[in-house]
């Protein structure tokens, strides 16, 4: 007998969903720089909610496509957030140039020297396409560059609210505002912002706070130069450190001392307390207390302020009951430099 749709209907609709995952959250540590191929990440450091596989394939010089399997949708519904931090000791930082998602989401790495000449590097990436309304996260890509002010696409936004307002105050600064967030913080809650486009540009956070029953996000994107330049962007804001869609928790920490040798971080925006070891012009070792990261952990790391640097995770380590995470931050010539920056830890 001949099997069609119209004959099952039920029947095709369960295989058509049975892959679907509902957390749609994923992350990954691409631990290799230089590769031939495709390869599975398979370690610790990389979680599939979806219980599917984790790819990178090594594409050209610094450039990487990553595939998370089953961890999209089949539909339009939702476009998803990603956010990517570069990895390791070399002088590197990392991007989004593309991604995509249907059944898998697809994310193009892209990676430059302080130059903003293609490198090979290690990186760390995260993923979202919720089917929740979890309120302790919330994520926008800004992809309207040049436009004064847009309310950002619905399917790649997430927010009490429902709308982030974009503007432009001039070439390469921006306010990001998420509507009705202030509500959901955490005290003082935590930002990560990763640039997106195919080219070497890189944003930056000046700062954020509650304005009303809203949160305000302040960004500043830069050419390799360090000349302000109008790109696209990605913001991701921990609202809250317990994540109940897919029971993962978040620790995160606000560096805002960067020539202090050692000293306790702030509070208000860091959860759960963490200390900040400054042992050479920027290299940081930010220590949290009582995290447990034997499981499942991801680390993802933004430079912040008004001066113009670069900041990535060098690595992630656990010794009995903290977590440390090293941070270093290079200028546009490659040299170590002095930063503020924020860390972000999710762990399972």
């Not at 540590?29 to 984790?54: E, H, P, R, V």
């Not at 000349?227 to 991701?236: K, M």
């Not at 208000?268 to 920027?282: D, F, H, L």
Request: hydrophobic letters at 30%; a positive charge.
């Amino acid at each position: 007998m001949k099997i069609s749709f119209f004959n099952y209907p039920i029947l095709f609709a369960l295989i058509f969903f049975s892959k679907i995952s509902f957390c749609h959250h994923g992350f990954a540590w691409s631990d290799q720089a230089t590769f031939a191929g495709t390869k599975n990440l398979a370690s610790q450091y990389n979680y599939n909610s979806s219980g599917s596989s984790i790819k990178v394939t090594y594409q050209s010089t610094g450039r990487y496509l990553v595939q998370f399997d089953d961890l999209g949708d089949n539909f339009s519904f939702h476009g998803g957030h990603v956010q990517v931090t570069a990895y390791g000791s070399n002088k590197s930082y990392c991007k989004v140039a593309d991604w995509n998602r249907f059944r898998k989401i697809n994310v193009t790495v892209a990676c430059f020297n302080s130059l903003g000449e293609s490198l090979d590097s290690q990186f760390t990436i995260s993923v979202r396409n919720p089917e929740s309304n979890d309120p302790s996260y919330a994520y926008t890509y800004a992809d309207e560059p040049n436009e004064t002010e847009y309310t950002t696409e619905s399917k790649y936004t997430r927010t009490p609210g429902n709308q982030v307002v974009i503007k432009k105050i001039s070439t390469g600064s921006y306010t990001a505002t998420f509507k009705g967030l202030s509500a959901y913080l955490f005290e003082g809650a935590h930002v990560q912002v990763t640039t997106a486009g195919d080219n070497s540009h890189s944003c930056q956070i000046k700062s954020w706070y509650k304005v009303a029953t809203d949160l305000q996000t302040n960004i500043s994107c830069f050419t390799t130069n360090g000349s302000p330049v109008n790109t696209p962007f990605l913001i991701h804001v921990t609202a809250q450190t317990f994540h109940g869609e897919d029971s993962m928790w978040t620790a995160y920490a606000w560096g805002s001392s960067p020539t202090t040798a050692s000293y306790i971080a702030n509070s208000y925006y860091t959860k759960p307390a963490a200390t900040i070891n400054r042992s050479a012009v920027g290299v940081y070792k930010v220590n949290f207390t009582g995290v447990s990261t034997f499981g499942k952990s991801n680390v993802q790391v933004s430079t912040y302020g008004n001066d113009f640097t670069h900041c990535k995770v060098h690595y992630w380590s656990q010794a009995g009951s903290i977590t440390s995470t090293v941070v270093n931050c290079f200028d546009q010539y490659g040299f170590f430099k002095d930063s503020l920056f924020v860390v972000r830890l999710v762990y399972k």
